[in-house]
Nanobody, 124 residues
Framework: QVQLVESGGGLVQTGGSLRLSCVAS????????MGWFRQGPGKEREFVAA????????QYADSVKGRSTISRDDAKNTVYLTIDSLKPEDAAVYYC?????????????????WGQGTQVIVSS
């Protein structure tokens, strides 16, 4: 049974930083592209960042480009997302997903597995 478990969310001040983690089990992690998506209140789930199975390619949404880093540690079956200079609009539930694709990574329908999410609240 595949499980993705996110952690690291919580209350963060505007301008602060956060580091989210997603631990995977039940799959061969090193063979999967991993992505982060988020869903704000009343909004659809949107792409944030993705990293291919071999780490050669990283993609970012324009909304976080330049202040976000996605990375992975295959020894720990974990993918990380760091966002700096947090803005109120970054507040959302953040989800990690696993995909066997290397293209179309901003499309949530290309991900096979999802975690339950971790909530991020940004205070002004």
């Amino acid at each position: 049974q595949v499980q993705l478990v996110e952690s690291g969310g919580g209350l963060v001040q505007t301008g602060g930083s956060l580091r989210l983690s997603c631990v995977a089990s039940g799959l061969t992690f090193s063979r999967y592209t991993m992505g982060w998506f988020r869903q704000g209140p009343g909004k659809e789930r949107e792409f944030v960042a993705a990293i291919t199975w071999n780490g050669d390619s990283r993609q970012y949404a324009d909304s976080v480009k330049g202040r976000s880093t996605i990375s992975r540690d295959d020894a720990k079956n974990t993918v990380y997302l760091t966002i700096d200079s947090l803005k109120p609009e970054d507040a959302a539930v953040y989800y990690c997903g696993a995909s066997r694709l290397v293209l179309g990574l901003s499309r949530r329908t290309n991900y096979e597995y999802w975690g339950q999410g971790t909530q991020v609240i940004v205070s002004s």
